[in-house]
């Protein structure tokens, strides 16, 4: 029998059983949904509303868990309650998602789209734009429980913001990170801390180059959307002389090579120029007419932006980029980000 017809009938049950799990943890969404909203307008009906809402959800705990068993805890009710607080009047631009239409709406106009442990997680964030562009990240990308958090750990939000024009950094919560054009696809920093390498007192390029494609699929999720992988030490001759490109992918969004060069220390004007060499071979000889041009980026542990700008044409393609070994600090990031938005505000007062 042949093993490409078994392959197939396998990959039909399991894309089967995924669509119908997929479909029972949504379904639950929108049961705690209506569960927390049924919990809540019952404590209102009592008159000492805190002794009377601890004693619904200890008899309600006892009888769900004689019903359904596990599952039904009063912690687990109170992520149930929380839930809905958190959600009964929340709003998402729901334009942004394709399968929109085919989801239940509730009440309120809310249309969920993840599993229960992603909601979970999403709740616990405060602010509403930032929790916003966490679930329309985790859609648009399918981002699991682990991705989800770890983007969120790696303070995404904070870098996209920092990083963005002024003009688009409201665009953050309504749509996600949108990409347009080569800046828009660029972090500074990257967060590498899935490599592993805070400890090592040195290490070289060619170790960091290594982590790197050990750990592949973490890095593609960390540089983005649309991102493929080409190749690694890509060797391309020029008047006899040999050159390697440390890192090359390719983006589907913008239809464009993407070119990465790992500098350890301080980027220096050389880095930037043989970038520039790597740019301009790539879109002499290897793009097509109908691909955008070629896009470089330095991922440096130190670098002058004065010294890139000097360097660099303004209309260079070529970005240079810190990269970090561990988790940045949300903290220290949020503090950032406040002193941009004020510094912005007094801007625009001038």
């Known amino acids: ?17 995924k669509n119908a799990k997929t479909a029972v943890n949504l379904t639950m969404v929108y049961a705690y949904f209506e569960i927390g909203r049924m919990i809540i307008e019952e404590e209102q009906n009592g008159k000492d509303r805190a002794a009377y809402g601890k004693q619904i959800l200890q008899e309600l705990s006892g009888y769900l868990t004689a019903q359904f068993g596990k599952g039904f805890s009063v912690g687990n009710l109170k992520n149930i309650r929380q839930f809905y607080r958190v959600y009964a009047h929340d709003q998402i631009g729901e334009t942004v998602f394709s ?35 966490y679930e329309i990240e985790a859609v648009k990308n399918n981002w699991s429980l682990s991705e989800l958090k770890r983007q969120f750990n790696s303070a995404l939000y904070e870098r996209l913001l920092l990083s963005t024009e002024k003009d688009k950094v409201y665009d953050l919560a309504l749509k996600g990170q949108v990409i347009e054009k080569p800046s828009d696809l660029v972090k500074d920093p990257y967060v590498l801390e899935f490599l592993g390498m805070q400890e090592l007192p040195e290490y070289s390029e060619s170790e960091l180059e290594n982590r790197i494609i050990d750990h592949l699929q973490q890095f593609l999720l960390e540089l983005g959307k649309g991102f493929t992988f080409v190749g690694r030490q890509v060797r391309f001759t020029f008047d006899e002389d040999h050159f ?92 950032k980000l406040k002193e941009w938005i004020a510094e912005e505000t007094r801007g625009e007062e001038i």
């Open 1 to 17: 029998m042949n093993d490409g017809f078994l392959k197939n009938i396998a990959d039909v049950l399991k894309n089967a059983r």
């Open 99 to 133: 399968q929109s239409e085919d989801l239940p709406v509730t009440k309120s106009g809310r249309r969920f789209y993840l599993s229960w442990s992603h909601y979970l997680k999403l709740m616990r964030i405060d602010d509403e734009d930032e929790r916003h562009f």
């Open 244 to 335: 390697r490109v440390d890192l090359v992918f390719y983006n589907r969004l913008l239809r464009c090579f993407v070119l990465f060069d790992l500098k350890i220390g301080k980027l220096t004007h050389q880095d930037l120029g043989q970038m520039q060499m790597y740019v301009n071979y790539y879109d002499r000889y290897e793009k097509t007419e109908d691909e955008d041009p070629t896009i470089g980026v330095l991922l440096c542990q130190q670098k002058s932006d004065a010294l890139v700008e000097l360097t660099l044409p303004a209309d260079a393609n070529i970005y240079a980029s810190k990269y970090e070994l561990y988790l940045p600090d949300k903290k220290e990031l949020q503090e």
